[in-house]
């Protein structure tokens, strides 16, 4: 497929550090499409250097709401496929024709399953839905889909669901999907989203409003 049809979607905060890496590995394969989440450091200009479309938010968004504009920039350039991957350079680039394969394949969706989880909030998110829906790791950030699916509904996230709102939504409608493993590399800094107890409530506050909805 011709790599306009793909986007491959990397919301980024702060991180300058990494993201003209992240882009230049991954650009032939798809649109880079860079969602500068109100960022402080060099991340727009690095990201623009490296061959990246650039999506400038005014105002810090979080992760889900980085996602959204990405997503609906893929929608505007009319892409086909959308593969979503960190800016911290933890994802391994050459996952993503394994992906892309995937979706023509004729899959709707594409989760990648971590080798390890950081979080005990995380590993008790992954142990439910895997007992309720089969799937391993709700959280990954390197995910597939095509956008078929994102047109349906008219959105990525409406509940900060931390990446998992869309992904639930078409298991639950029993849309095809496959779980890829993804080992994660070790980033050179803090993460973003950090490990306090405050990022385990949002997790567990995502784990039941996946479960309600």
Not at 15 to 44: C, F, L, P, R
Not at 154 to 181: C, H, T, W
């Amino acid at each position: 497929m011709d790599r306009s049809q793909i986007a491959i979607i990397i919301p980024a905060f702060n991180e300058g550090k990494t993201i003209g890496k992240v882009v230049s590995n991954i650009k032939d394969y798809g649109i880079a499409i860079v969602i500068n989440d109100a960022s402080t450091d060099q991340t727009a200009l690095k990201a623009l250097d490296a061959g990246a479309v650039l999506v400038d938010l005014e105002n810090n968004e979080g992760y889900d709401g980085a996602l959204n504009a990405g997503f609906s920039k893929a929608a505007e350039l009319g892409c086909t496929y959308a593969i979503t991957i960190d800016a911290d350079d933890q994802h391994d680039p050459s996952l993503i024709p394994v992906f892309i394969a995937a979706l023509e394949e004729g899959n709707t969706l594409v989760i990648g399953v971590r080798d390890k989880k950081a979080r005990i909030s995380e590993k008790l998110f992954a142990f439910m839905t895997n007992v309720l829906y089969g799937v391993r790791d709700p959280l990954c950030g390197m995910k597939g889909y095509r956008m078929s699916l994102y047109q349906e509904r008219g959105y990525f996230d409406s509940y900060r669901s931390i990446g998992s709102e869309m992904m639930l939504y078409a298991v639950k409608k029993k849309y095809p999907y496959i779980q890829i493993n993804v080992p994660i590399s070790q980033r050179i800094d803090k993460p973003r989203f950090g490990r306090s107890i405050n990022s385990n409530i949002k997790i567990l506050r995502s784990t039941i409003l996946s479960l309600c909805k």
